[in-house]
């Protein structure tokens, strides 16, 4: 639960498999793996995820692009394209649906990570543009059970786009230490994921 759950869209099996191998090295949760987008369209509303990659080209009526505008319409999360050649129609497509970044195949697990890392710093500055910045007390006065001072830290951190592990480092506190903050925080806010709590900072900052 206290992981970023992140969605797979590849088609290409292998391809999909080591994706998530490099997602569960760098303390991320898979919430599913899905081959084409009929799969994918059922993942996304069975159990919504908080970051998606999705692959272009799909083998399939409907492609990455169309996955990527129904998550603009119906899920404010981010999303990156996996992508290998693209003509340039298919590439001025995608970038319409304003993606948080392109991973272009072949890629490795540093580029992955960077890629995602990026993206979550990035759509967290977009979407937090014109939201009051986080203030403990007024947080605190809409919660029945206050967060401390270091939830509070770890909190911030998420709200900002920092992935579990660069929370940890700029903490200088350990992973596991780090998931009991964020379970403390979750339950505080009546939460079970990064997304609903984000959003729910949003809506408590702006009341």
């Known amino acids: 639960m206290t992981a970023i759950k992140v969605l797979i869209v590849e088609d290409e099996p292998l391809i999909a498999r080591n994706i998530a191998m490099y997602l569960r090295n760098n303390n991320f949760e898979v919430s599913g793996i899905a081959y084409d987008p009929e799969e994918a369209l059922f993942q996304l509303r069975r159990q919504p995820p908080d970051f998606a990659i999705l692959d272009i080209n799909l083998e399939s009526?409907?492609?990455?692009?169309?996955l990527a505008e129904h998550i603009n319409k119906n899920l404010f999360i981010p999303f990156v394209f996996l992508t290998s050649y693209s003509d340039k129609e298919t590439l001025e497509r995608a970038k319409k649906t304003?993606?948080?970044?392109?991973?272009?195949?072949?890629f490795n697990e540093q580029t992955l990570y960077a890629t995602i890392e990026i993206a979550l710093a990035n759509h967290a500055t977009q979407a937090n543009r014109h939201v009051p910045k986080l203030m403990l007390d007024k947080l605190n006065g809409h919660l029945l059970a206050p967060l401390t001072e270091r939830e509070f830290d770890v909190v911030r951190l998420l709200y900002a786009g920092k992935t579990n592990q660069q929370i940890a480092d700029d903490l200088y506190i350990a992973m596991n230490t780090l998931k009991k903050h964020i379970?403390?925080?979750y339950f505080k806010l009546d939460v079970n994921s990064r997304t609903?709590?984000?959003a729910l900072?949003?809506?408590?900052?702006v009341r």
């Open 61 to 66: 009526e409907r492609d990455g692009i169309q």
């Open 98 to 106: 304003n993606p948080s970044g392109f991973i272009v195949k072949p």
């Open 183 to 185: 379970n403390n925080a």
């Open 196 to 198: 609903t709590a984000v």
């Open 201 to 205: 900072l949003r809506d408590l900052m």
